[in-house]
């Protein structure tokens, strides 16, 4: 079963993403500003690869929701930050510039 639920998804497509500062094909016409998403896990001595992508991916969607919320069709320069915050409890911070792109003319 899925951590992240429907609610929490947004509907800007993941191809719509990117770590760069522009978006091939597409000018940006807006800038609505940074967008992030926070994820605090707390694990045993035991952590797993498995649950460290599936917090990386629900950082990633709860920063799609808040770009989808200011209105955005896109969003770039996405980085992610990692912080333990004590023994056993990480913050993962996924962010970036919420962006209206319009196709360039071809």
Sequence with gaps: ?????????ADIPHNMTTTGFD????R???ALGVVRG?????????GTLG?????????FETMLVQAN???ADAVI???YDATELMQGVT???CYGTAVHVEPLER
Excluded: C, D, K, Y
Excluded at 23 to 26: E, K, V, Y
């Design 77 to 79: 320069g996405i980085r």
């Design 28 to 30: 940006i016409v807006a």
């Design 69 to 71: 919320m200011v209105g």
């Design 91 to 93: 913050e993962v911070l």
């Design 1 to 9: 079963m899925s951590s992240v639920i429907h609610s929490q998804t």
């Design 38 to 46: 926070v994820v605090v896990r707390s694990r045993s001595v035991v």
């Design 51 to 59: 649950a460290s992508l599936q917090t990386r991916r629900q950082a």
């Design 23 to 26: 978006m091939p094909g597409f």
